[in-house]
Structure formats: C-alpha cells, structure tokens
C-alpha cells in the first residue's frame, strides 16, 4: 500500500430488516443472575455513599497468590514451550505434581497419564464431566443450597437436576450454630434416587454452608452411589481450607475410588481464582471420557499458569514451606476477626468448618416499611435480594442472597440469610466490622 492509497469506509447503514436468528432456550430467557444485580447495585452505591463500597460478595480474594507461585508464573512466560499448545489432558509437569499431592491423602499411586486432566478452572471440568456422562433427561442430585454453575453445566448436556436441601438446625435464628449441624435428610436423598439418577454432587468443604461433611454422612452417601451405580462428583476446591477433619469421598471404598470424580482448582489453592486452571482426578474409565469431553469443549488449558500451578504445588510440598499451614491459619483468623461483629450485633450465623464463606442470619434486621426496592430484587426474587440490596445500598457492605443457591420451591428454606466471603485481607474484614456496626439502629431484639 502507497502513502497515497486511502481507505474508504464501507460500512453498510444499518437498516431495521434483519430478524436475527433466535438463542437457543438453553441460554435466552434466563434472569438476570445474582452477580450481575448485585455489582450495578454496588456501582449505584458507591456514587451516593461517602465512604468506599466494601465487596463481601463473589468468593475472589482482595490478595496475590503467593510470591512463590507469583514468581512460578512468571518464569513460565519466559519458557518458549510456555508459551504454545498443551497436552489436551494437561501438561504433564502439572498432571505429575497433582498426582504427588494427592497421593498422600488418596492412599494410592496415582496414575498421571489416565487418572488426571487438566482443566479451565473447577468449572470447566465439571461441565467436561457433566457432557461426558449426562444424556436427554439423565438426574443428577445436588445438595441446596448449591454451587450455581453446577445447574447450567448439568442442564446444557441435556441433563435434569434432583434437589435435596440440606436441612439447618430450627433454632438456628436464636442461636449460632456449626456447619456440621447442616445435615442431609438420608430419607430424602434415598426418595429422589431413581434409574435415571447418574450422577451426585457433593461438595466438601461445603460453599456457602461452611459443611464438612463427615465420614459417616460420605460413607451413606457412598453407599447410596454404589447400590445404584452412580458416580460422585466430588466437588473438593476448598480441600485446602478446614478447620475440622476432612474426609475425601474418592477413599472410602475402592467401589468409591472407581465411582469418584475429585474436583481442585489452582484458584481455591493458591488465591489465584483468575488463573482458570482446574482438575479431576479418578478411575481411568472416567477420566478418558471426561478427557474427551474437555477436548471439544476447550481443547487445552492455558499453558504458562498450568506450569505456574505445577511449581507451585512442587514448592508448597517442600518440607521448609509452611503455605498450606500458614493458610489455614490465616483464614481461622479471618473468622476470629469477623465473626465478632455478629456477635456484637446479636446476630447468628453458621460457624464455618472449611472454606472461606460465612452465612449470617439477618432474621432480626428490620428494613424500614417504606423502603424502595427495584423490580429486580422484587419480582420473582425472595427476601434475602432484598436485605442484600438494602445492605449495600444504605450500608456499603456487598454480599451475596443465598436463594440464588436453591430451586424456586426452596427459596423459603434461605431467604433469612446473607453470604459473607472473608477471602481479603485483614484489613479488609476489619473495616467491613467497623462499617457493619452501623446495623446497630436496625436490630431487633
Ligand atoms: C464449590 C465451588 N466449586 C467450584 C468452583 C469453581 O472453581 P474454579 O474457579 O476453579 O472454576 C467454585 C468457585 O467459587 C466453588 O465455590
């Protein structure tokens, strides 16, 4: 092209003639979901409100990962092979390192080259596993309240999901309670099994309840899966966050390690939920079908953060690094340092066992009768939208409504309680506290 040469624009007028092809029913028609209300929520707030809006909503962490997966990450860049395609299954550095580290609590060699795959976060995998297994009306039982994503990941395949809530403590608004005291209804779960039922979700340590769940309720569960043939997927991304013993699912039988999927996230691992590298690890028979699955869908992960995870898991096992202790330290703190306001405040709550969620009962907040709310907390919406969006607008505190977590038909079962994600820093909690007393004047007793 010469310095002479000029480019006319060729852009055709728009004109009002073109119907555009429909969305598939899958994707259209779903309403607007909780972490698109609640951000325009905060946006509006923090324009009005003269102090900053503080973020106790989505579960990402207001902190870097640590210097030694940061600098992992780094020299990953610097490596040419870094830079290309992946094994579509996972580098095998990474699939290595993943078997090492959960040898130990599996019992068990692992077999890096068919027991693992690599995959775009925890998510991506579970879609993997949910399209590998899943056909035109196949059931899958989740616990409520749920992790949100599992539902759309079971649904797109073509799969129908069976719900069976956990059921809390009744006294639970005049006391505080712990997690464990969240329990499966055992009748329940044996009613909604059927031949259709291929897969159960489990998650442990339990978003957003706090639940670990205990080796007698994975044994029942396990036993339920075994007598009927369906595999567990066993959502296990906060496996580094407990305060109480953890059981995993994969090692209760060897009937169990044939039938469990086991789910990580170098996100959850390493506080890095922006790296999107995840992982299942289970019975070659289902990883190769997982794997295929995973292929289609995305092909192969992001190499330089696989590799930065595959370093990282290789330093955090040096018998000199304390990462994981220092970590489960850390987050008791984070509780310690919280959880004190509801105490204040005569609020309960559910005393968290794992993760980095607390659930606060706000049964006795009294929001002012004449209070405005928009339609999108409103219709269609139970009442935690409400405290939720109340609580950020007049509070400047961002958190999360659970009901977003339960089928319609179960949102009564949450609508008292708001979720609260201690994953930032001290600091952080600390201001969030101060600014929390300012519920003080809104209190019931
Ligand atoms: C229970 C649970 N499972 C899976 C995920 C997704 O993990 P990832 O970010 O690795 O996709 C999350 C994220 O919040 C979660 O809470």
């Known amino acids: 092209m010469t310095s002479s040469t000029t480019i006319t624009s060729t852009a055709v007028p728009k004109t009002t003639s073109v119907t555009l092809p429909k969305p598939s029913p899958k994707i259209a028609g779903q309403a607007k979901d909780v972490w698109t209300i609640v ?135 005049v006391r505080t309670v712990s997690s464990s005291e969240w329990k499966v209804d055992f009748e329940d779960l044996q009613s909604k099994i059927s031949p259709r039922t291929k897969m159960i979700v489990v998650n442990s340590p339990h978003n957003p309840v706090g639940k670990v769940f205990s080796r007698e309720e994975l044994e029942k569960i396990g036993q339920i899966a075994v007598e009927n043939n369906i595999i567990v997927l066993s959502d296990e991304v906060y496996d580094r966050l407990y305060y109480k013993p953890f059981t995993r699912m994969a090692t209760l039988s060897p009937e169990l390690q044939q039938l469990t999927l ?58 000199e690094n304390t990462f994981f202790v220092d970590h489960v330290e850390a987050y008791k703190q984070k509780f310690r340092i919280f959880n ?36 999108d907390v409103t219709v269609g919406r139970a009442k935690d939208f409400q405290i939720a969006y109340w609580l950020i607008k007049e509070i400047g505190v961002v958190t999360i409504p659970p009901t977003e977590f339960y089928h319609p038909e179960h949102a009564h079962l949450a609508e008292k309680y708001l979720r609260f994600a201690v994953c930032k820093t001290d600091d952080y909690l600390e201001q969030a506290v101060e600014r929390l007393r300012l519920l003080k004047p809104y209190i019931q007793h």
């Not at 090492?100 to 077999?111: M, Q, W």
């Not at 299942?280 to 953060?305: M, Q, W």
Request: overall charge negative.
């Open 39 to 173: 951000n325009e929520a905060a946006a509006e707030a923090q324009a009005s409100l003269p102090f900053p809006v503080l973020n106790l909503g989505q579960g990402f962490f207001s902190y870097n990962p640590p210097e030694f997966a940061i600098r992992a990450a780094q020299d990953a860049l610097n490596d040419v092979s870094c830079n290309q395609y992946s094994h579509t299954k996972g580098r095998p550095s990474l699939r290595k390192a993943l078997a090492a580290a959960y040898e130990p609590s599996f019992g068990r060699k692992i077999n890096w080259e068919s027991e693992v795959v690599v995959t775009s976060g925890a998510n991506e995998g579970m879609f993997s596993a949910f399209t590998a297994f899943l056909s035109d009306g196949d059931e899958v039982v989740v616990f409520e309240p749920f992790f949100d994503q599992y539902i759309s990941n079971i649904q797109l395949p073509g799969g129908k999901v069976v719900y069976v809530p956990l059921v809390p403590p009744p006294d639970n608004d």
């Open 340 to 375: 004190r306001i509801w105490d204040e405040l005569g609020l309960t709550y559910t005393d968290p066992e794992g993760g980095y969620f607390v659930l606060v009962n706000f049964s006795k907040v009294k929001i002012p009768d004449d209070y405005q709310f928009p339609e």
């Open 262 to 319: 086991t789910v990580g996230s170098a996100g959850k691992t390493f506080s890095a939920t922006g790296w999107r590298v995840g992982w299942l690890i289970g019975d070659a028979e289902l990883i190769k079908y997982v794997s295929a699955a995973h292929t289609r869908i995305c092909f192969a992960v992001n190499s330089p953060l696989q590799e930065a995870t595959a370093v990282a898991l290789q330093e955090a096992a040096k018998a």
